[in-house]
């Protein structure tokens, strides 16, 4: 069984910068893809970004393109989600995922694993 921690959420204003970070434990971590997803009150679960198990390929849903940049320490089990330029939009709960596949998917039901995610609370 594969646990994920997440941690770095917290409150920021219009243009700040947050740092996710996500410890994987129980799978050798560079088997697994690793992802973000975020889950805004009243709506559901979105993808954000995923990294496949090399870190060689990379995507990011359009609504964060340009702004967040998804990596990985396979040496430290852990994937990083750096969010720059930060909206209002953006707050939500943000979940970190795994999968079992090569890359992952954009659909929630592609990944395996779920952390209990990570407030991200913008202010306008």
């Known amino acids: 069984q594969v646990q994920l921690v997440e941690s770095g959420g917290g409150l920021v204003q219009t243009g700040g910068s947050l740092r996710l970070s996500c410890a994987a434990s129980g799978r050798t971590f560079s088997t697994l893809a690793m992802g973000w997803f975020r889950q805004a009150p009243g709506k559901e679960r979105e993808f954000v970004s995923r990294i496949s198990r090399s870190g060689g390929s990379i995507s990011y849903a359009d609504s964060v393109k340009g702004r967040f940049t998804i990596s990985r320490d396979n040496a430290k089990n852990t994937v990083y989600l750096q969010m720059n330029s930060l909206k209002p939009e953006d707050t939500a709960i943000y979940y970190c995922?795994?999968?079992?596949?090569?890359?992952?998917?954009?659909?929630?039901?592609?990944?395996?694993?779920w952390g209990q995610g990570t407030q991200v609370t913008v202010s306008s």
């Open positions: 995922a795994a999968s079992r596949a090569i890359y992952g998917g954009t659909a929630v039901r592609s990944w395996d694993y």
